[in-house]
């Protein structure tokens, strides 16, 4: 079974602009979750869609939106880039996703991420 | 807010040392995951414990849940240069199973 996959691999922005980022579940994951990984705040939640909606947002601004689509395909969108975006970001797939069956385990599958560079 | 703090932030032991990392959180925990990422990769699910008291085992990685549900430890035997990588703890949100915070993680070097 295919894994996780992420594109693109590796991105440079300049502050100001925006971009796209792409995740592809696991065959049959309905779910997937968004983290950034930083070095100084480490590994924080973004987002998680579930079913095309997005059930949970993390404590981060507007600029940071995502979407799924039916083939449950993902994409994460940053808009008005600082250089504070700069980061590791990474997708995650499931099954049932984050709390779908409230104390019950899940494994959630990371991609390779994406790291965005911003000058 | 809540927090889940780890502790080592680094670890450097000799092959075939033990290894324990601690994650403690500021309120109790509904479950406790824990994840490894190798230098360069991507973290990788290890475990995940819901009962107060648990202890599992993975080979020579054995994980603890504390009575409270507001602690845990990751224990390796023996390391091998194969556990290079850093380790981390994950939790929900208190009363937000849908939600999760990860610890800073633990950094294990492994010298030969």
């Known amino acids: 079974k295919a894994g996780v996959t992420q594109t693109p691999r590796y991105l440079i922005k300049t502050r100001g602009q925006q971009v796209t980022l792409s995740c592809s579940p696991i065959s049959g994951h309905r779910s997937v979750s968004w983290y950034q990984q930083t070095p100084g705040q480490g590994l924080q939640f973004l987002f998680e869609y579930f079913s095309e909606t997005q059930r949970n947002k993390g404590n981060f601004p507007g600029r940071f939106s995502g979407r799924q689509f039916s083939n449950s395909r993902s994409e994460m969108n940053v808009s008005t880039l600082e250089l504070g975006d700069s980061a590791l970001y990474l997708c995650?797939?499931?099954?049932?996703?984050?709390?779908?069956?409230?104390?019950?385990?899940?494994?959630?599958?990371f991609g390779p991420g994406t790291r965005l560079t911003v000058t | 807010g809540q927090q889940v703090m780890q502790i080592p932030q680094y670890q450097h032991v000799q092959e075939g040392e033990d290894f324990t990392t601690y994650c403690n959180s500021s309120?109790?925990?509904?479950?406790i995951q824990w994840y490894k990422q190798r230098p360069g990769g991507h973290p990788v699910f290890l475990i995940q414990?819901?009962?107060?008291?648990e202890v599992k085992k993975q080979k020579r990685l054995t994980f603890q849940f504390g009575e409270a549900k507001k602690n845990s430890s990751l224990h390796i035997t023996a390391t091998q240069t194969t556990d290079v990588g850093t380790y981390f703890c994950?939790?929900?949100?208190?009363?937000?199973?849908?939600?999760?915070?990860f610890g800073k993680g633990t950094r294990l070097h492994i010298l030969p």
């Open positions: 414990l819901v009962k107060s008291g």
């Open positions: 994950a939790g929900p949100l208190l009363n937000r199973d849908d939600k999760i915070i």
């Open positions: 309120t109790t925990l509904s479950n």
């Open positions: 995650a797939s499931s099954l049932t996703g984050l709390g779908r069956v409230i104390g019950h385990p899940y494994e959630q599958y």
